[in-house]
């Protein structure tokens, strides 16, 4: 998701330069936070946790006399603006909830973060979800390849795991369904019965009726839809192939010119508009029944929640397969979306860390989860769907599958080192809704860029 990726490029970059301005303030002084040894403060990004954050935080004190205290800075510029400020003086909270898997090292490698792996050895770490457990862990290939932790300790953990979940979830308005003569409790299971239910919805409802996408940032078109659709009609394999340095079976192949054919599919069905909503208005947009169908990803219902939809009036399945493809049931792996972090600030490490323990315990995470509709990257087993509640778990059940059949976006081996989702986004949108290419224009594009890139990249 390129907008969480160009946030966390920016948060490196200015917790770098707040770090050699001030020669590593990260050794704290005497003016630091608020908190005592029965106090922790905790910062996060993201204001649809703080509720829920605080709702786990009163248990958390009944249990342990441990006070915390959240807050919140949003958007990603001041939530950045507000840790250097901060770093400059000492102030650094105990405890942030931070984007997983990059914000999070490099904050880490920059001197600001504590490490976690005392308290969390690989023991612990298996109450994690199995792609998410190495998600702030320092290993020798990632401080070989990022220039941000090329100083940390190998085998030091900037985070662990809080938060898990996927793209290419699609989102159903019941009611909407219901008025086109579908039946809400039977989404569908084929890319064809998507196509269809698109066209009935559309047909009931002109105006109102068919697919949203924030599609302003391009590559959501290409990331949350395509890849799916394409590595269900592909498998494994053939899904990789498109990336080759060889363009053999890249795009333009038969194989790739048909995955772009089942897109096109979807040109009579975007609503008026849709190349011109950002992520949050497409969401905004379907929340107000302005669409019957929307795709995001897991974390989308808590925004969707937030925004006046009811839960109980969504339907949600993944990007359905294509009929005739090598994937008939597709499964999504999650990534590790947010992490809890240790700051290297923090004057009360015992009582930061077991409130970290405490909110990704199965007790803690679940409750959390249950308050924010958000899903948790503790591995809940058997206990998913009582402490997670029924739309939660059947979220979480697109999670399990064989590997065969589940498509991983964290998998990036395959693609051109210096890949750029924009390069690639932009070529699609282009193709539809715009209708400005057709599949051959288009596969002939996206094989040049990805040539492009491996040229680049030697």
Same mark, same amino acid.
Request: glycine share 10%; net charge negative.
């Given at each position: 998701?390129?907008?969480?990726?160009?946030?966390?490029?920016?948060?490196?970059?200015? %917790?770098?330069?707040? #770090?050699?301005?001030?020669?590593?303030?990260?050794?704290? *002084?005497?003016?630091?936070?608020?908190?005592?040894?029965?106090?922790?403060?905790?910062?996060?990004?993201?204001? #649809?946790?703080?509720?829920?954050?605080?709702? %786990?935080?009163?248990?958390?004190? #009944?249990?342990?006399?441990?006070? !915390?205290?959240?807050?919140?800075?949003?958007?990603?510029?001041?939530?950045?603006?507000?840790?250097?400020?901060?770093?400059?003086?000492?102030?650094?909270?105990?405890?942030?909830?931070?984007?997983?898997?990059?914000?999070?090292?490099?904050?880490? $490698?920059?001197?600001?973060?504590?490490?976690?792996?005392?308290?969390?050895?690989?023991?612990?770490?298996?109450?994690?979800?199995?792609?998410?457990?190495?998600?702030?862990?320092?290993?020798?290939?990632?401080?070989?390849?990022?220039?941000?932790?090329?100083?940390?300790? /190998?085998?030091?953990?900037?985070? !662990?795991? =809080?938060?898990?979940?996927?793209?290419?979830?699609?989102?159903?308005?019941?009611?909407?369904?219901?008025?086109?003569?579908?039946?809400?409790?039977?989404?569908?299971?084929?890319?064809?019965?998507?196509?269809?239910?698109?066209?009935?919805?559309?047909?009931?409802?002109?105006?109102?009726?068919?697919?949203?996408?924030?599609?302003?940032?391009?590559?959501? $078109?290409? &990331?949350?839809?395509?890849?799916?659709?394409? =590595?269900?009609?592909?498998?494994?394999?053939?899904?990789?192939?498109?990336?080759?340095?060889?363009?053999?079976?890249?795009?333009?192949?038969?194989?790739?010119?048909?995955?772009?054919?089942?897109?096109?599919?979807?040109?009579?069905?975007?609503?008026?508009?849709?190349?011109?909503?950002?992520?949050?208005?497409?969401?905004?947009? =379907?929340?107000?029944?302005?669409?019957?169908? &929307?795709?995001?990803?897991?974390?989308?219902?808590?925004?969707?929640?937030?925004?006046?939809?009811?839960?109980?009036?969504?339907?949600?399945?993944?990007?359905?397969?294509?009929?005739?493809?090598?994937?008939?049931?597709?499964?999504?792996?999650?990534?590790?979306?947010?992490?809890?972090?240790?700051?290297?600030?923090?004057?009360?490490?015992?009582?930061?860390?077991?409130?970290?323990?405490?909110?990704?315990?199965?007790?803690?995470?679940?409750?959390?989860?249950?308050?924010?509709?958000?899903?948790?990257?503790?591995?809940?087993?058997?206990?998913?769907?009582?402490?997670?509640?029924?739309?939660?778990?059947?979220?979480?059940?697109?999670?399990?599958?064989?590997?065969?059949?589940?498509?991983?976006?964290? *998998?990036?081996?395959?693609?051109?080192?210096?890949?750029?989702? /924009?390069?690639?986004?932009?070529?699609?949108?282009?193709?539809?809704?715009?209708?400005?290419?057709?599949?051959?224009?288009?596969?002939?594009?996206?094989?040049?860029?990805?040539?492009?890139?491996?040229?680049?990249?030697?």
């Amino acid at each position: 998701m390129s907008r969480s990726s160009a946030a966390r490029r920016r948060m490196f970059a200015g %917790v770098a330069a707040a #770090t050699l301005a001030l020669g590593m303030t990260a050794c704290g *002084n005497d003016d630091s936070a608020d908190s005592t040894d029965q106090s922790v403060t905790m910062w996060t990004f993201k204001n #649809t946790h703080v509720a829920a954050l605080q709702q %786990v935080a009163t248990e958390f004190k #009944t249990k342990t006399g441990i006070t !915390v205290k959240v807050e919140a800075y949003t958007p990603d510029d001041v939530f950045t603006s507000k840790i250097q400020s901060a770093a400059q003086t000492g102030d650094l909270p105990d405890v942030f909830e931070l984007h997983a898997g990059g914000e999070d090292l490099r904050i880490g $490698g920059a001197g600001l973060l504590g490490d976690l792996a005392p308290d969390f050895p690989e023991s612990a770490l298996q109450r994690f979800l199995p792609n998410t457990r190495a998600a702030g862990l320092v290993t020798e290939k990632r401080r070989a390849e990022q220039e941000e932790v090329k100083d940390a300790k /190998v085998g030091s953990l900037f985070s !662990v795991p =809080f938060t898990a979940g996927t793209f290419g979830i699609v989102y159903g308005n019941r009611e909407k369904m219901k008025a086109a003569g579908l039946d809400p409790d039977k989404p569908p299971r084929t890319w064809e019965e998507f196509i269809g239910y698109l066209g009935a919805t559309g047909a009931a409802d002109p105006k109102q009726g068919g697919l949203s996408l924030g599609l302003k940032v391009s590559q959501t $078109g290409f &990331n949350w839809i395509y890849e799916q659709l394409a =590595f269900a009609y592909l498998g494994q394999a053939g899904f990789e192939a498109l990336f080759d340095k060889d363009p053999a079976q890249g795009f333009a192949s038969p194989d790739g010119i048909r995955t772009l054919q089942l897109y096109q599919q979807l040109k009579p069905h975007w609503i008026a508009g849709v190349s011109a909503l950002g992520i949050d208005e497409a969401d905004i947009a =379907f929340a107000q029944g302005k669409s019957a169908f &929307n795709v995001g990803g897991t974390f989308t219902l808590a925004f969707l929640a937030q925004n006046g939809m009811p839960a109980e009036n969504l339907v949600t399945f993944p990007i359905p397969p294509a009929t005739g493809g090598k994937v008939t049931d597709l499964r999504l792996a999650p990534l590790a979306l947010t992490g809890l972090s240790l700051s290297s600030q923090t004057k009360n490490r015992a009582a930061a860390v077991k409130w970290i323990d405490h909110l990704t315990s199965p007790e803690g995470s679940g409750a959390f989860a249950k308050a924010s509709l958000d899903l948790p990257a503790t591995d809940l087993g058997a206990e998913a769907a009582a402490l997670l509640g029924p739309k939660l778990a059947a979220l979480q059940q697109y999670f399990t599958g064989p590997p065969e059949a589940t498509y991983d976006a964290a *998998n990036k081996g395959f693609r051109p080192p210096d890949y750029d989702e /924009v390069q690639v986004g932009d070529p699609l949108v282009k193709f539809s809704p715009l209708g400005e290419t057709d599949p051959a224009a288009t596969a002939a594009q996206l094989d040049k860029v990805i040539t492009a890139m491996w040229q680049k990249s030697g």
